[in-house]
């Protein structure tokens, strides 16, 4: 038939729904495609060629609603115009016809395009005074809300440094549900507090002095919580914390913190904690550790129970532990602890 429209390209009518222009397309593209005239002659591969050309136009045109509503609009108007004039097109006598459209409606291309650069320009704008508008109430009144509360936050946290936190007291989750000597409780927040040691009002009916000892390497132990001086310090590259809390105790303290996940058990942190005091263990490598420590005045050697440091990623971020260990001695001043012999420390 003759081929005076897209429509006609793709062999259907007016009013096809879009499924049958894609099935349309499909067929006819596939029954074109060059692929299936590679041993043909070069007037037949012309032919497909040309084909190929005007199908992919066709349906790029009518399988947009937009660019079809406007072909259809330019369609009529020139059915409308051209009414009393016929159109004949001569076709060469050959085995295939090759056919050849030419329809302008470069035109409605560029008003559609023109259509869009508008819409585009309008939703650009509408997102940047509405970034605007962020911008100025977070400036103006979200920013300043913010710096105030770290402030506060800050200088509450100062102030509490100053005594044993409720925070370290109050952990939700216990490992341990029976009283022992060494209670175990973790959460999984993050802590902004660069402070290695924690400090308590003493109970001031113990002696509170401070007695001069060497450390195993020879040199004196701290007059506070600390890190020991001569020792290595291992499996750095997490983000949990240890807290050891030696508030509760009228001694001193050597510790040692034992990583558990190895053939042979090995201490990565040396420490020591006076009396009524604690030390915060940061950046522990995740993994399974135990806390050994002996009592300097009674030079007994205790461990505790091994416990896990986790750190777990989602979508929020990276959880990780924040660990407690609190050292008790019951009213006797026995310990209840795991004792253990000098060997293990």
Known sequence: MPIDTLYDVLNISRNAPPEIIRAAYKALSQKYHPDKFVNASATDKAFANNMMVQ????????????????????????????????????????SHKNITISVNYGDIGSSIKSIFRKIKNIINNFFMGMLLIVKAIVIRILLPGLILVVIGVTIQQMYERKILPESIANFTQSVNETPT???????????TDNQEYITVHPDTSKPTTLKTRLAPNGKPFPNRPKHLDGYPKLNTDGLSTITVDNSQNDSDIFGKLYYLDVDTPKAVRYFFIPAYG???????????????YKDLDTDQIAKSEPFEVQEIESYAGTQFSDITMTLYKVADGNMQTTTIPDSEF
């Open 278 to 292: 604690g030390l915060i263990l940061r950046d522990v490598t995740k993994g399974n550790y135990d806390i050994r």
């Open 181 to 191: 000597d060494i209670t175990t409780v973790s959460n999984t927040y993050q802590s």
């Open 55 to 94: 199908l992919n136009q066709a349906y790029q045109v009518l399988s947009d609603p937009i660019q079809r509503k406007a072909y259809d609009a330019w369609l009529d108007n020139r059915n409308l115009n051209s009414s009393d004039t016929s159109t004949s097109r001569n076709h060469s006598d050959t």
